[in-house]
């Protein structure tokens, strides 16, 4: 079976909750959706826990989300674009999780570095923010893959051929369509941190407050 869990920001005790819920076997795949890091209060154990979970479950598999893409930014090129970009959108709080920039572990950077924009298992195509409608696999763009909302969202049938599994656009419960599965509900700002078991839409989920 496989599982998809939806943007985490920071939230590791609903992160744990969450996983601790799902009734999973060694076989069954998890697919994280990106943005484990800023707004809440604990990235750095975020991260910890993903590391550790991904050595005891061999079968995972880490989206990078547009948060760790201007973490990314920042940390190589140190630059002011850089910081107003990722500071605007929730770096202090991991910087604070974290004690500062430069206190960020090795094995935390190469986890971010490793994040995959993309991944396929079966018929579905897992991605953060989505994919530019009626456009081929080959010929996306990573920028439309981190950032991409409304073009995607309202599109119908975006990837011919694939279930789009994706983060990055919360709503209050996921959006299952026959073309597209949402998995983010928002748990950042008080709503849901949600997991959807693909193959029979169960869903899991654990309430957050903000």
């Known amino acids: 079976m496989i599982y998809a869990i939806g943007d985490i920001h920071g939230c590791k005790i609903q992160l744990i909750k969450l996983i601790e819920k799902l009734p999973l076997q060694k076989e069954d795949i998890l697919v994280f959706l990106g943005d484990y890091i800023d707004r809440g209060a604990d990235s750095k154990g975020v991260i910890n826990f993903l590391i550790d979970l991904s050595k005891k479950h061999e079968k995972t598999v880490f989206i990078k989300g547009n948060h760790e893409w201007m973490f990314q930014q920042f940390y190589t090129y140190r630059d002011p674009e850089s910081w107003e970009r990722w500071e605007y959108n929730g770096a202090k709080r991991t910087l604070e999780s974290y004690g500062g920039i430069d206190n960020i572990p090795k094995e935390h950077l190469k986890f971010i570095e490793n994040t995959k924009i993309y991944h396929i298992e079966k018929n579905f195509f897992f991605v953060h923010a989505g994919v530019k409608p009626h456009v081929s696999v080959g010929e996306q763009k990573e ?53 959807v078991r693909l193959e029979d839409k169960k869903i899991f989920q654990v309430r957050c407050k903000n």
């Open 143 to 195: 920028k439309d893959m981190l950032w991409i909302r409304d073009e995607f969202i309202y599109s119908k049938e975006p990837l011919k051929g694939y279930t789009v599994v994706f983060g990055h656009t919360p709503n209050e419960e996921p959006l299952i369509q026959n073309d597209k599965i949402g998995v983010d509900t928002g748990c950042i700002y008080g709503g849901k941190l949600s997991c």
